[in-house]
């Protein structure tokens, strides 16, 4: 590191206290969710089957950043206010993304972890707002960044007094092709060794396809994430964004035991879990 870095930790790793459940310092999260908010019933299905199964939160964008502007864009408030309705129903925790300051107070409303998109990590006055929100957050990855440059981004955050950061390696751009990302597993002790701050792994865009989600997810866990952000659906060939890369529900069970049994290799105890 050739910068200076305010932030940086080398003492106990930070817990933090999401709804009630703690994340990092040996709990491991487990976030499940589609990509995107498509209806009331398809959100609250899927949250129902992932919380059974003993997922510890729920995910699904209300505001979507997608490469093409005729593709769908998510459904905006109204996605947000089935996003807390989920919350009604199941109590999990909500995750869901701000692509824009001008959204920050409505997501407020709903989220109890902002996430920042891979597209926005140097948004640098979205980082600001979100530092001032106070709130939990996400911070994905750039598609083509240096974990250096993460680990910036994630101090405009707690340059605003915002100590609650996640980082999440998601995947990034390299030459191969094989698989949408690559995703870079290496990072994951790279940035707890220079960072105190919680690392999540979102194995479903580095894969780009539901055959790779499951073994990536197992490394991740294995190699001392503290949490996993995953893709799910109840019928992913209906999906309307990411179904391709998407677990099956109904299937999500023996998936969350794996996993479980995964984060247990380093130490790590699926925490909130209902099982
Ligand atoms: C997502 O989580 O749905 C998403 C779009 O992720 P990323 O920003 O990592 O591409
Ligand atoms: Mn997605």
Redesign the pocket.
């Known amino acids: 590191m050739t910068i200076e870095m305010k932030y940086r930790l080398t003492g106990e790793p930070s817990v933090l206290e999401i709804a009630g459940r703690k994340v990092g310092g040996g709990q491991f999260a487990l976030i499940a969710g589609p ?1 995107t908010v498509e209806s009331r019933e398809q959100v609250l299905e899927t949250a129902v089957a992932v919380r059974d199964a003993g997922a510890t939160m729920f ?1 699904g ?1 209300a505001y ?2 997608r490469t093409s502007p005729y593709a769908f864009q998510g459904l905006g408030q109204a996605g947000l206010l089935m996003l807390e309705e989920v919350r009604a129903e199941t109590g999990l925790p909500i995750v869901t ?1 701000v692509m824009d300051v001008r959204d920050l107070d409505q997501v407020l409303d709903v989220a109890d972890v902002i ?1 920042i ?3 926005n990590m140097q948004n640098f006055s979205l980082l600001i707002e979100v530092g001032r929100s106070g709130r939990p957050a996400l911070l ?1 990855r750039g598609l083509s960044s240096t974990l250096e440059e993460l680990l910036m981004s994630a101090e405009y955050i707690l340059n605003e007094g915002n100590e609650a950061v996640i980082l999440c390696e ?1 995947g990034i751009r390299t030459f191969e092709t094989a698989y949408r990302f690559t995703l870079d597993l290496g990072g994951v002790p790279v940035l707890k060794e220079l960072s105190h701050l919680p690392v999540m792994v ?1 194995p479903s ?1 580095a894969a780009g396809r539901r055959e790779l989600v499951t073994p990536l997810s197992l490394a991740a866990a294995a190699v001392g994430a503290d949490g996993i ?1 995953v ?1 799910v659906h109840p019928r992913p060939e209906e999906a309307v964004c ?1 179904g391709l890369q998407s677990l099956v529900a109904d299937q999500f069970e023996e998936y969350a035991q794996r996993v479980r049994a995964a984060a247990a290799l380093a130490g790590n105890v699926l925490a909130g879990a209902l099982l």
């Open positions: 990509c995910r964008g979507k950043p993304e996430q998109g891979a597209r994905k998601r979102d865009h952000i893709e990411d």
